[in-house]
């Protein structure tokens, strides 16, 4: 694979080589820990997963991570699941990310945009006064270290203040967009059972406006364990009875009193599904996600004080999570509340314009959007501040690489990204001082042992195998809520490969280094980055009383497209007409989320199935990008093979 790129797409200049951060921390780390003063980036991140103790103090060096009650060690118990990472030690998330404030109170800590207004910034000295004030009101409302606070919100400062005023007093956070129907926000809120909601009466995208009075209802007669709404009224309306208002928690000018929490002290909970059950509700910790975040943003990003961080992204995506730990850099973040092709197709480029963004980021799906639809965004916009476009939540093709070099400017570093929700991290990506190949990603991250495999364990280079990461990261989850043996948590990574962390992604790994990601090992729904179970899609659809079973798969395409039909087996009599193709659209839209309506709804003779009964997912899959039936699956393994042949007669007349 290595040899068919061999001319890289862009190779950072010497002054760029010399100038980043990760090359000032690597001469530092030799001088101080003993990794390699030559080599670049490859000797580095081999002595970093080589010497992963050394590694991760010398990065809490570099980055001044503040711990109240020093660690006995950096690892205690390396494995997977269940590593202990820096013991005894205690610190705070928010105290990290708000630190700019005091050396540059009056910068812009955040810039705020929507469709209708521009860029509005929120000072590092305002945003530090809103969280006391907001952390001293959830103090007086009870709240304690371990209680879970909600958001169901946009991308809005309100979001960022309440994240770092849980954060503050040791609360979990936890958080869904607003264009959650009140079934995903249930099937994520009941598992964690939050006792404060912050929720907004409602938001504008794509030029409409979206009343969510009924949704916030709902939520707050199904979440029993409520003590407190909150109400902000992003449209103008009076709070409902029984609720707080925003603008009173905030008033005071309170200073921020950090709870100091153990390293592995619950920061927030994210939500993945898998392919059975409800949504993965995943645990991850102050002390890892900030050592991480610093680690991935402070050097593999390069961002600092003076750079303005803009990834598009939602409440309810691991990106924003990501994009607010930006903070911990120093570096004013970005957000923006609204439809990513409002008024047309080019908004997210304007949007990088105006806010003078340093790092932009956004899906895979946006770029080969704009490609699509003719867009220039480098003849059209002034975008001599970005540095960097990156890219994620699907892989990015060959032909998005080219549009960008072409269309933004040929000096522009390129960083496709991958990771995922389960790590609030990136396993590869950007790395400032490294050449560019068209479709790959730069390399595996500092401290992630990122290796591809075969179904036996061996390694491979150049050749398609299991993402795997065989040695622990900080930010892989501490648990999954009421999973109280761990059953879930084990099962979900570490069932095929023992003690070590399998994805579900396919990917390459070059003998060059680069990493190339071919899309999902399994049946999880990625649309643009929102992973999203085929258990979710199934229970919502199977409801409707035509429906006698259904199958949902999610093809990746060579084009960068992203194919999801629905495939649905009707009860005697039913049929398949214009109104029941509504119904089937609109539970899904209303009840899960918009990203996951299908492209198309197809009428099948069955679904088949394993010996024991589970929906074949996998091998459908694979049957509908391409792969001969035989290859495909084991036929001694299926219930009904014939049914098997509907598939592969449609893949045969798409291709």
Not at 263 to 273: A, E, I, K, Q, R
Not at 296 to 308: E, I, K, T, V, Y
Not at 539 to 564: C, F, K, N, T
């Amino acid at each position: 694979m290595p040899t068919e790129n061999p001319q890289p797409l862009w190779q950072p200049d010497p002054r760029r080589i010399a100038d980043a951060r990760i090359t000032r921390f690597q001469a530092w780390a030799a001088e101080h820990h003993g990794a390699p003063a030559g080599g670049g980036y490859p000797a580095l991140h081999r002595w970093s997963v080589e010497r992963l103790d050394a590694f991760w103090e010398a990065l809490t060096q570099w980055f001044d991570v503040r711990f109240s009650t020093p660690p006995t060690a950096v690892l205690g118990d390396r494995a997977m699941p269940g590593a202990q990472w820096f013991p005894g030690a205690t610190l705070n998330y928010a105290e990290h990310a708000l630190r700019a404030a005091a050396t540059r109170p009056d910068e812009p800590a955040l810039l705020h945009l929507d469709e209708t207004h521009g860029p509005h910034p929120v000072t590092w000295a305002e945003l530090r006064r809103r969280v006391g004030s907001l952390a001293a009101e959830l103090r007086a409302l009870g709240v304690r270290p371990g209680d879970r606070v909600s958001g169901y919100l946009p991308n809005i400062p309100e979001a960022v203040v309440a994240l770092l005023a849980a954060a503050a007093v040791g609360a979990v956070w936890t958080s869904c967009a607003p264009d959650f129907g009140a079934r995903s926000v249930l099937d994520r809120f009941q598992q964690v059972e939050p006792v404060v909601l912050f929720a907004v009466d409602g938001y504008h995208y794509g030029g409409k406006r979206h009343e969510r009075h009924d949704t916030v209802a709902e939520l707050r007669r199904e979440l029993p364990t409520l003590r407190a709404v909150v109400h902000i009224p992003l449209l103008g309306t009076p709070a409902p009875e029984g609720t707080l208002e925003w603008a009173a928690l905030t008033a005071a000018d309170t200073e921020p009193d950090f709870e100091q929490v153990p390293f592995d002290h619950p920061l927030w909970v994210l939500y993945s599904s898998g392919t059975t059950g409800l949504p993965k509700a995943i645990v991850q910790s102050q002390g890892g996600i900030l050592v991480e975040h610093l680690k991935q943003l402070g050097l593999h990003c390069d961002l600092g004080p003076g750079d303005r961080f803009f990834w598009y992204t939602s409440t309810g995506w691991m990106m924003w999570n990501f994009l607010v730990s930006g903070l911990l850099t120093g570096t004013t973040i970005v957000l923006y509340d609204g439809s990513p092709g409002h008024p047309d197709t080019g908004a997210q480029w304007r949007i990088a314009e105006a806010t003078g963004a340093t790092l932009y980021g956004t899906s895979a799906a946006y770029v080969m959007a704009c490609r699509k639809a003719g867009v220039h965004p480098g003849r059209d916009h002034d975008l001599s501040t970005v540095r960097c476009v990156a890219t994620t939540g699907s892989p990015l093709p060959p032909d998005g690489f080219r549009w960008l070099h072409d269309e933004v400017r040929a000096d522009l570093w390129i960083a496709s990204v991958s990771g995922g929700t389960d790590v609030c991290s990136c396993f590869a990506g950007a790395v400032p001082t490294l050449p560019v190949h068209i479709g790959e990603l730069q390399a595996p991250g500092l401290g992630t042992d990122l290796q591809s495999w075969d179904p036996d364990g061996n390694p491979l280079v150049d050749e398609v195998g299991e993402l795997v990461v065989t040695n622990p990261m900080p930010s892989m989850p501490v648990r999954f809520w009421n999973d109280p043996d761990g059953s879930r948590y084990h099962d979900s990574y570490f069932d095929t490969y023992p003690g070590v962390w399998r994805h579900g992604d396919w990917i390459t790994l070059t003998s060059r280094g680069s990493v190339v990601i071919h899309g999902r090992s399994d049946s999880t729904l990625n649309r643009q980055g929102v992973r999203m179970g085929s258990a979710d899609i199934y229970e919502a659809v199977e409801r409707l009383p035509e429906i006698r079973e259904s199958l949902v798969i999610g093809v990746e395409q060579s084009d960068g497209g992203y194919w999801m039909p629905l495939f649905v087996h009707l009860a005697p009599g039913a049929r398949l007409d214009e109104d029941l193709l509504r119904r089937i659209r609109l539970t899904i839209r209303e009840q899960l989320s918009p990203r996951h309506v299908p492209d198309e709804v197809i009428e099948v003779p069955g679904v088949p199935h394993t010996l024991t009964g589970k929906r074949i997912e996998v091998p459908v899959k694979r049957i509908l990008q391409g792969t001969p039936l035989e290859k495909a699956v084991n036929p001694g393994s299926v219930d009904d093979l014939a049914l098997l042949h509907f598939y592969e007669k449609l893949a045969r007349e798409r291709a």
